[in-house]
Nanobody, 123 residues
Framework: VQLQASGGGLVQAGGSLTLSCSAPLRTFSSYPIGWFRRTPGKEREFVAA????????FYQDSVKGRFTVSKDNAKKEVYLQMNSLKPEDTATYYCARTRSSTSLREARVYDLWGQGTQVTVSS
């Protein structure tokens, strides 16, 4: 079983993209899902996370007000709506599953990762 992130692409600064994370897990609704990103030469960084119910969300300060994470337990999908994109948002974006309900900003608590989708924002 693997998560699959999709929806990346090339967009101009100020534009929008919506990433999707498909997670065909039998107990999908039991897990929080996080989004992380990585650029070459940099550490993987936390972007956003959503709790198992979809009611609580968490964001990195630099994306607050621009990105929105949502969860559809019936479809077993998580979305990352990205608006007002900036060149510094360029990265490979990954979704991941955790069994933890705390420390959702920390990559170490996630045990199942997708393959990533590339987002490139041109200036």
């Amino acid at each position: 079983v693997q998560l699959q992130a999709s929806g990346g692409g090339l967009v101009q600064a100020g534009g929008s993209l919506t990433l999707s994370c498909s997670a065909p897990l039998r107990t999908f609704s039991s897990y929080p899902i996080g989004w992380f990103r990585r650029t070459p030469g940099k550490e993987r960084e936390f972007v956003a996370a959503i709790d198992k119910s979809g009611r609580s969300t968490f964001y990195q300060d630099s994306v607050k007000g621009r990105f929105t994470v949502s969860k559809d337990n019936a479809k077993k999908e998580v979305y990352l709506q990205m608006n007002s994109l900036k060149p510094e948002d360029t990265a490979t974006y990954y979704c991941a599953r955790t069994r933890s309900s705390t420390s959702l900003r920390e990559a170490r608590v996630y045990d199942l990762w997708g393959q990533g989708t590339q987002v490139t924002v041109s200036s």
